[in-house]
């Protein structure tokens, strides 16, 4: 069985429709999905504020590629163009761990490169698996606490189904 953790994000039209989107997409596999975190964005581009969530998914048979295909395709249907780096996007779906898969091959780099510092990705994460650990780097709990979660707001309002 393979379980990999999935971080979702939008920033641009019907955000959380979107994010639904990707839900729907893994409606099959799916294992937990998480309340809706409105965020400030980082990166450094000026842009309006994400939508982001974090899906718990399995597969029987599946490999770490199976993920990053399946998600890629969701951003397509979605119709997500590759424009900036760190810049808007209709859907994101970043593959964060995959069990405890190390990859150093630049197209599916895991754990995600990025997750230690982003509590956009920690919070919701928590949410769902509250003994999270992140692979080689321990408990999502100790990495959050290490974190500012200023901008990262819970939107209990909004929730995907
Ligand atoms: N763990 C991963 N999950 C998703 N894509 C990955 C991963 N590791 C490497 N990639 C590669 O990253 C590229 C997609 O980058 P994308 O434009 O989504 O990056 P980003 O979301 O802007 O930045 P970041 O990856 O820092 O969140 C793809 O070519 C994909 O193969
Ligand atoms: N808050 C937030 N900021 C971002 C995000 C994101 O998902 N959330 N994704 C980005 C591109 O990967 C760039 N910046």
Do not use: C, I
């Amino acid at each position: 069985m393979s379980r990999a953790v999935l971080s979702l994000g939008s920033n641009m039209g019907d955000r959380l429709a979107f994010l639904q989107s990707a839900v729907d997409g893994f409606r099959a596999e799916l294992v937990a999905v998480s309340p809706v975190y409105e965020t400030a964005p980082w990166g450094g581009v000026e842009q309006d504020d994400f939508l982001n969530a974090v899906l718990v998914v399995e597969a029987e048979g599946a490999d770490e590629w199976y993920w990053l295909r399946r998600g890629q395709e969701l951003e397509q249907r979605a119709g997500r163009q590759r424009l900036v780096r760190w810049g808007p996007r209709v859907l994101d779906v970043d593959v964060v761990t995959v069990d405890d898969v190390a990859s150093e091959h630049p197209d599916l780099l895991l754990p995600h490169p990025g997750t230690p510092e982003r509590a956009t990705v920690l919070l919701p994460w928590l949410d769902v698996e509250p003994g999270a650990e992140l692979p080689g780097r321990g408990p999502v709990r100790d990495l959050l606490a290490g974190l500012s979660t200023e901008g990262v707001h819970r939107r209990d309002d909004l929730k995907l189904a």
